[in-house]
């Protein structure tokens, strides 16, 4: 069964998310998402994939984008309304923690799904459970443009049979109706996920950067089109540095995915304080053979949900993502 590929996917850059700074409530009694905005960037190389996120607040109580752990060879950076606050809670719930790591295929996924096979399914649906009763909990209006989903998660991995890395971007939108009790008392539900594959890129596409932002509206330039308008900070890098001019012209070409592992994530941890400015950022790298490694991890600190390193062995069981499509 193949994912409806969206024409987005055809883009270098895929934007998705809500509109400026917004907080889901309307009053002391009700629950408080806060939103965690920013940018994820993400380079397939040679070897390795290098990820990067940059947050952005949104408000004085914005998070930043998290990463967590969903099984031995995929993560996921979270972005939206990731973390919520219960007025009888004084600690917020986090859709990043206690999540249950993924080992092997959940027999109810076994049939076909009109949207994703059941591999990826399971994961979109682990997700969709821990954020159901949540969302269950907003009765007013929350204003979302056409075909705003509140929660998106970035899922970024290897699949096996030699099928190599994937992005996926995996999307929770909401709907809303009056239940007749009052007029301004609503019944929110969060749909089922969409899901939009990333990479590999459709056939004789280009392999370069992806980047994914929340919101979509973010004035600051994706990495890609500063790379190609030849941005003076970024010049001076390539210029300074043979092995960055090398890996910056690879993803001109469109051969991304031929870069050099190494370099290619020197170039990434030196090129990101230029266009985080004085936004955090952290960055890491997945191997399929050996695993996660932080190259600048979070501020705030590495939790349970947050891997400190891979299996270097990925057992038989683990879950995959989307088999390799017919050529």
Do not use: C
Not at 31 to 54: C, D, F, Q, S, Y
Not at 185 to 194: A, D, G, K
Not at 250 to 270: P, V
């Amino acid at each position: 069964m193949q994912v409806k590929r969206a024409s987005a996917i055809l883009l270098l850059i895929f934007a998705v998310g809500l509109a400026p700074a917004r907080v889901f409530a309307t009053d002391e009694d009700e629950i408080v998402a806060n939103l965690a905005g920013g940018r994820v960037i993400v380079h397939v190389t040679n070897e390795k994939i290098i990820m990067a996120a940059i947050d952005h607040p949104l408000e004085v109580k914005s998070v930043p984008p998290r990463l967590m752990d969903l099984d031995a060879t995929h993560v996921a950076i979270l972005l939206g309304a990731t973390e919520w606050q219960l007025p009888a809670q004084a600690e917020p719930v986090r859709l990043d923690r206690n999540f249950k790591r993924l080992t092997k295929q959940d027999p109810r996924y076994k049939s076909d799904s009109p949207e994703a096979e059941p591999d990826l399914e399971q994961i979109g649906v682990a997700l969709l459970e821990k954020l159901r009763p949540l969302v269950a909990q907003l009765h007013h209006k929350i204003e979302l443009r056409p075909d705003e989903p509140i929660f998106e998660a970035v899922v970024i991995g290897y699949a096996p049979d030699n099928y190599g890395p994937e992005v996926w971007l995996v999307e929770y939108h909401i709907e809303q109706e009056n239940n007749g009790r009052r007029e301004d008392y609503l019944q929110t539900r969060v749909l089922r996920p969409r899901y939009t594959q990333l990479y590999p890129p459709g056939k004789h596409l280009p392999r370069t950067l992806m980047e994914a932002r929340f919101p979509p509206d973010l004035d600051d330039p994706p990495l890609l089109g500063l790379i190609q308008s030849n941005e003076p900070g970024i010049a001076r890098l390539k210029d300074g540095e043979p092995r960055f001019s090398k890996v910056v012209d690879l993803i001109n070409k469109g051969q991304a995915n031929r870069a050099n592992s190494t370099d290619a994530t020197d170039f990434m941890r030196a090129v990101l304080p230029i266009i985080a400015g004085n936004h955090t950022f952290i960055l890491a790298t997945m191997e399929e053979q050996h695993g996660f490694e932080w190259i600048v991890p979070p501020e705030e600190g590495p939790d349970a949900n947050v891997p400190a390193a891979q299996d270097k062995n990925r057992p038989a069981e683990a879950p995959t993502l989307r088999r390799k499509p017919k050529p």
